[in-house]
């Protein structure tokens, strides 16, 4: 169940969704927010994630292989077991990132 979510033509807002092992493999999800969500598990392969808002989210074990997170925010994120392979980091927002 997802406690907020607005989903456009291009922009997904989702604050503090439950969307664990959702496949959004190749989706352009350029500004989503994810802020507080629990993708545990997610598959991202190959989206564009270009200033998506993660903080507070749980990524852990997700599949972020080749995605482009130009300029996304990872504040206070669990990325542990996460798949960043190939991943474009360029201006990615770090701080407190749970590796």
Same mark, same amino acid.
């Given at each position: 169940m997802f406690k907020r979510h607005l989903i456009t033509n291009?922009?997904? !807002?989702c604050s503090q969704g439950k969307l664990r092992e959702v496949d959004f493999k190749g989706t352009d999800l350029? /500004? #989503?927010n994810f802020e507080g969500s629990n993708l545990e598990g997610a598959n991202f392969? /190959?989206? =564009? @994630?270009k200033g998506a808002n993660f903080e507070d989210a749980n990524l852990k074990g997700s599949n972020l292989k080749g995605a482009i997170l130009e300029r996304a925010n990872l504040k206070d994120t669990n990325i542990k077991e996460a798949n @960043?392979? /190939? #991943? !474009?980091?360029? /201006?990615? =927002? @770090?701080e407190g990132v749970n590796f």
């Open positions: 291009k922009i997904l !807002y350029e /500004g #989503a392969e /190959g989206s =564009n @994630l @960043l392979r /190939g #991943a !474009y980091l360029q /201006g990615v =927002n @770090l």
